[in-house]
């Protein structure tokens, strides 16, 4: 069976400020077909893309 993994990026503070991300998470939880939700704070930089990389091969 597939794994969903959502990914929200909070894009400095572009996002971050602008929307509630946690609420986002909370509501996605409730419909349970998606494994794990994680935040990063610039999924485009070099630190993210690794961060998105190795978290991707944790939980294969």
Request: hydrophobic share 35%; with cysteine.
């Amino acid at each position: 069976m597939s794994k969903i993994g959502l990914y929200l990026c909070e894009c400095g503070p572009n996002i971050a400020e602008a929307i509630d991300l946690d609420k986002i998470a909370e509501e996605i939880k409730k419909d349970g077909k998606v494994a794990g939700i994680e935040r990063h704070k610039l999924l485009c930089s070099n630190d993210g893309k690794n961060f998105l990389a190795e978290s991707i091969k944790k939980n294969e």
